[in-house]
């Protein structure tokens, strides 16, 4: 651990302060790309999987905890309680609560911190938090000129107005809605939005590509050592993110073509930005008690966490550059810098996201005039970002990647010893953002 | 100048064929008449559907361009007169004001004047301003000025009056999707029943290779974009360029950095092709 982590760690604790969420342990089932090992595979299928191998890995079956947290960004409307279906679908006592979380891809991360307050604050004592999504088994729902007109056939109360409601029916109404991956507000792509950026900040292709690279080795090379034996289980025979290629390079990224942005300045492909992808992840937290009490270890714990937002709807900030304005927050509140931290988790929703988080840290104008700093934040030493591969690796099924980073972290911090902090940052759909920081118990 | 009251909205596609009939021989200065519906009691249905097809946010506040659709069937009685100098069929919406002096919502009654003025000419034959003024309780709450140009007979040497500023060059803040039904769908809240809107069919037969949106619907759109803020009080201009076909794809840019916004709408497939400039000021 760094030396710097230990002090700043005890200028900030001061008593009277809630004590901490512990990070015991995570679950997750390996990623699948859209439409493959996972077409049939429901949300509710694959959190149940999560939690399921969770509970089994840390002596839970028949157990009350807390409470679940946990959510899906793709919903049916069939799934409105699937936190708790999924409850009663596991091993965990059928008297354990849960809820349904939704931020977007926030939502795995912010899922995790509500648990975590909730220890925190001597609510509960234990708690799981997770997150499911599946691109492949996709809500569809009716037309909406038959929605309205089923609605108003609903609403008639005599057989003259059914007949009426009825003549709105057309053929037109057939053609079923398709949730469309745009923001309503812009109708632009998150991958449009995300070129804009890039092209604004002059991020450049080889840069992109190099992230992505960084990504598939270090996401094999964490395979191979086995640090994920005991974060995931097998779920429809996948043992494995089916989206990575350790074999992938620079040179072979080079030759896709752009999928996002226009015209010459487009860098952005289909190897440096996530695939859809199925899969599903689950935390488990409680207090230090509570986890000595059952002889399970603590790998980290919670230590703070912030979100931002910003107003990108007409175009005066990235769509994806929340994470930029939530660090600052969190710095300030824990006294410490960037360059503090022994492990930093940016999720790649697009290589050229981390590249322009990282950037705008280190520009004094956007620093002083955004961020309202006196100095930029400064560069990150590369060699702590991303050190077992990100989502352009292991894919990233929106609401399941805030808990596979937690887990992650939470392990890589326990390695590296105690007192080690490491943070997560988790741009969201809406302009938002989420951050944590984690501490090595 | 005359005021005459009138009790109900007036009916919109009698009031076209009636101008479509009687459009030969107007000629002559504006009338000096104006028409009143006093006590306009919003109806709720209404307003929300005119918020779903526009895309604003559903609710009891009266969008910025709310008035609007309630003062257009008297503009349109006013022009299918047959004392109104200008034949109706052919006008084209050239330009649009409002004046927001404050937020209206549903429980506003509303007293609504029309009339016309300024009949003036201009390089591509002659403008004129229709006015909607809106008034609850004896105070002006809201006014819009319409200006129709008649082409016609040319006049290089007349005043093109302020031109609209140029569209910011940015990257589009979003991009609108505008279906082949959206002038039937704005049609039905807004009773603009022009066959222009409503079908490519009826739009050939008017000239146009397809039906095109309605040039208010596009401001309003506009608007829309532009967050909440413009139900409150602010004063917009729009100058409408090229007509949207429909369907079609339009990409609305934005500068907000300066006092007065500048936003606009442009083709998606043709860039440098302008549908719509707006200036907002609040």
Redesign the interface.
């Given at each position: 651990m760094s030396p710097s982590a230990s002090s700043s760690r005890s200028a900030s604790r001061t008593s009277g302060q809630p004590r901490r969420a512990a990070v015991i342990g995570g679950n997750r089932i390996p990623f699948a790309r859209q439409n493959a090992a996972y077409a049939k595979a429901s949300n509710q299928d694959m959190l149940t999987a999560a939690i399921e191998g969770l509970v089994a890995r840390h002596g839970l079956a028949g157990e009350q905890v807390g409470e679940v947290a946990a959510g899906a960004v793709l919903k049916h409307a069939r799934d409105f309680n699937l936190t708790r279906e999924s409850v009663l679908g596991s091993s965990l006592s059928a008297r354990t609560p849960a809820y349904d979380v939704q931020q977007a891809c926030g939502t795995g991360l912010e899922a995790a911190i509500l648990v975590g307050n909730k220890i925190a604050l001597g609510q509960i004592e234990s708690g799981i938090a997770g997150g499911t999504d599946t691109a492949s088994d996709a809500p569809i729902a009716v037309n909406e000129g038959l929605r309205e007109t089923l609605l108003t056939l609903n609403r008639a109360k005599t057989p003259g107005q059914r007949v009426k409601a009825l003549t709105g029916l057309r053929p037109s109404q057939l053609v079923p809605e398709i949730p469309r991956n745009?923001?309503p507000?812009?109708?632009?792509s998150m991958g449009?939005h995300m070129a804009?950026t890039a092209?604004?900040w002059g991020i450049s292709r080889e840069a992109q590509d190099e992230i992505a690279a960084s990504s598939h080795h270090n996401l094999a090379a964490a395979y191979d050592r086995g640090f994920f034996d005991d974060l995931m289980t097998p779920f429809l025979g996948q043992t494995r993110d089916q989206n990575l290629r350790p074999d992938s390079t620079v040179e072979k990224l080079a030759t896709l073509k752009p999928v996002f942005g226009r015209g010459e300045g487009a860098t952005m492909t289909a190897g440096n930005s996530t695939p859809l992808t199925d899969g599903a992840s689950a935390v488990l937290l409680g207090s230090d008690e509570w986890a000595q009490e059952r002889g399970l270890p603590v790998l980290a714990h919670l230590v703070d966490a912030q979100t931002a937002a910003v107003d990108y709807?007409?175009?005066?900030e990235g769509l994806l550059m929340a994470p930029a304005y939530a660090l600052p927050h969190l710095l300030a509140r824990q006294g410490m810098k960037l360059q503090d931290f022994d492990l930093v988790e940016i999720h790649e929703a697009f290589a050229a996201t981390v590249l322009t988080t990282l950037a705008a840290w280190e520009s004094e104008e956007f620093c002083r005039d955004r961020l309202g700093l006196d100095a930029p934040i400064g560069a990150l030493d590369r060699d702590r970002l991303n050190v077992n591969g990100s989502s352009l690796a292991a894919g990233h099924p929106f609401a399941a990647t805030g808990g596979r980073i937690v887990a992650s972290l939470a392990k890589m911090l326990h390695e590296k010893g105690s007192g080690a902090r490491g943070l997560i940052s988790i741009c969201a759909a809406g302009g938002q953002g989420v951050m944590a920081i984690l501490e090595a118990a | 100048m005359v005021i005459r009251t009138v009790s109900e909205s007036p009916s919109l596609a009698p009031l076209f064929a009636k101008a479509a009939l009687t459009q030969r021989g107007r000629h002559g200065d504006l009338p000096d008449s104006a028409l009143r519906r006093e006590g306009v009691v919003v109806d709720r249905d209404h307003l929300l559907g005119y918020e779903r097809v526009c895309g604003f946010g559903g609710g009891d506040v009266l969008p910025h361009t709310y008035p609007h659709v309630l003062g257009f069937p008297l503009q349109v009685a006013l022009m299918a007169d047959r004392s109104f100098p200008l034949p109706l069929p052919g006008l084209v919406h050239l330009e649009n004001q409002i004046t927001v002096h404050r937020q209206l919502t549903a429980d506003d009654r509303l007293d609504l004047t029309v009339h016309a003025e300024h009949l003036r000419p201009h390089p591509k034959g002659r403008l004129v301003d229709l006015v909607t003024e809106v008034d609850v309780d004896g105070e002006r709450v809201w006014e819009g000025r319409s200006t129709y140009l008649r082409r016609g007979r040319t006049n290089a040497d007349a005043d093109r009056g302020g031109q609209a500023p140029p569209l910011p060059d940015?990257?589009?803040?979003?991009?609108?999707?505008v279906p082949e039904g959206q002038g039937r769908a704005y049609a039905a809240v807004s009773g603009d029943v022009n066959p222009i809107h409503l079908h490519a069919i009826t739009a050939k037969a008017m000239g146009f290779p397809r039906a095109i949106a309605h040039g208010m619907w596009t401001a309003a759109r506009t608007l829309s974009?532009?967050?909440p803020g413009t139900a409150g009080p602010s004063t917009s201009h729009v100058w409408f360029a090229k007509p949207v076909l429909l369907p079609s794809t339009v990409e609305?840019?934005?500068d907000?950095?300066g006092p007065i916004t500048v936003?606009g709408l442009r083709s998606a497939k043709n860039p440098t092709t302008t549908h719509l400039t707006l200036t907002l000021e609040h």
């Open positions: 745009v923001e507000r812009t109708g632009l449009e804009q092209k604004q709807v007409t175009g005066n | 940015r990257p589009p803040a979003g991009v609108i999707r974009a532009l967050g609305l840019v934005v907000d950095a936003a």
